[in-house]
């Protein structure tokens, strides 16, 4: 009896999460992207500095990731030039 | 740098000053406006972020089969690139939601499984730095998990209730939109094999400079 009684407020429970859980599921998506007509809609959040940052975060990043690249492997090639000119000093 | 380093980065930069012009010229989205337009770097840095732990967790795959150091340095390069466009993926990403769904972030299946991509990349790259020894073979371990996630974050879109839009974008847009998206996509896969070649050669220059430091202490 015990165990019907705890079957029961525990379905009660889920059933008064349910309707909760419906309306906290996303929005359907956009399955399809169209090109703007002649009427676009009025911008509630400004799209130019969005789009503008998207593009700077892109290419500073990339560019940023080249020099650290081109910088580490300076670097390494002069250690590696060093020691062979150390290595022929000695006569290796 | 082999013989076709050169001329294929001049082509890569030309690639990268003209696509903001074809992006420009390109119309804006129905419903998203301008903002839609972060979508041609977005789209393409996330396919590098998808490509990139692939090449990782073949490569380690490789080197867990074969033990060649080769398939190690690539494995290495490739969570380096994971790492660099998983970044760019989950900034532009947000920066687009913020206009286009009135938030930053979502945490449905394709934005968490993501974020957990760029993670295992992050392991990847920190068990090399301060793993110390064996943990090549222990970071091989944690790209096979990074490769196994990539498919799980391209199809989540179709699997999972969520605001992203689905893969089958792609296909149906329509010609002013498609040729700047596929100009930008091979600018990037170009960069990506660029940028793969150059981190390979690091690695290669380190190697060799382990020798000459052993050949010195001889």
Known sequence: MAAVRAACVALAIIGSGAPAAIAAQPPEPQDEFRPVGNNPAPEQIPAAPLLIGAYIVVLGGLFAYVVSLSRRLGAVRHDVERLEGELKRRGR | ?218
């Open chain 2, 1 to 218: 740098m082999p013989k076709w380093f050169n001329p294929a980065a001049i082509l890569c930069g030309l690639m990268f000053v003209v696509s903001p012009v074809l992006i420009a010229r390109a119309p804006d989205e129905s419903s998203m406006g301008m903002v839609y337009k972060i979508y041609y770097y977005h789209m393409p840095s996330a396919w590098m972020f998808l490509l990139a732990p692939l090449v990782c967790g073949a490569s380690s795959a490789l080197f867990l089969a074969r033990g060649r150091p080769e398939d190690d340095r690539r494995a290495w390069a490739a969570a380096e690139l994971t790492v660099l466009f998983g970044a760019l993926t989950l900034i532009t990403g947000p920066l687009w939601a913020r206009r286009a769904w009135g938030t930053w972030w979502v945490w449905d299946a394709r934005l968490t499984s993501s974020l957990v991509g760029w993670m295992i990349g992050w392991a990847y790259l920190i068990l090399r730095r301060y793993g110390g020894p064996g943990s090549d073979k222990l970071a091989a371990g944690v790209a096979l998990f990074g490769a196994v996630n990539v498919p799980f974050i391209y199809i989540s879109v179709n699997y999972w209730r969520t605001i992203h839009p689905p893969t089958t974008v792609v296909p149906r847009l329509p010609v002013e939109m498609g040729v700047p998206l596929w100009f930008c996509v091979f600018a990037f896969l170009l960069l990506f094999v660029l940028l793969m070649t150059m981190r390979l050669r690091l690695e290669e220059t380190r190697t060799r400079l382990d020798g000459l430091y052993v050949a010195l202490d001889e």
